[in-house]
């Protein structure tokens, strides 16, 4: 299965909001443009050299106390887009990424079968 195609198996919430990710221990303002269980696609305002396969800390601010947080990789580059791949996300990231989908979903569902199939995939 290649990575576009698995992209596809889980829903992606269209998201536009200012994060933070931290690469190489430098932080950059950046803009999800969506998220999923399975990563993230960004966009970045300045010169930023960035390589596929580093390692990637984001935080999306969703409210003063409400905040997703993944540690990702990055997947590809496309101009000032980049798209993470998460390696790791908390519980407390995962539970407000549902009130996420759920809020934007059509299902309210979909994130359950996005979580059966991630954990299938282990």
């Known amino acids: 299965m290649n990575n ?12 536009h909001a ?10 950059h303002a950046v803009r999800v443009l969506d998220v999923s269980l399975k990563g993230a ?14 390692l990637c800390h984001l935080r999306i601010e969703l409210a003063p106390e409400v905040v997703i947080v ?3 990789r ?8 980049i798209g993470l791949r998460c390696d790791k996300i908390d519980l407390d990231s995962i539970t ?5 989908v759920e ?16 954990v299938a995939k282990g």
């Open 103 to 118: 809020h934007n979903a059509e299902d309210p569902h979909v994130l359950d079968r996005d979580l059966v199939k991630l």
């Open 70 to 72: 993944m540690e990702s």
């Open 18 to 27: 200012p994060a933070h990710a931290t690469v190489l221990g430098r932080d």
């Open 96 to 100: 407000h990424l549902r009130q996420l």
């Open 41 to 54: 696609l960004i966009e970045h305002d300045g010169d930023w050299l960035v390589r596929a396969g580093q």
């Open 74 to 81: 990055v997947a590809h580059i496309d101009g000032k887009h």
């Open 4 to 15: 576009s195609t698995e992209r596809r198996q889980f829903w992606r919430a269209d998201f």
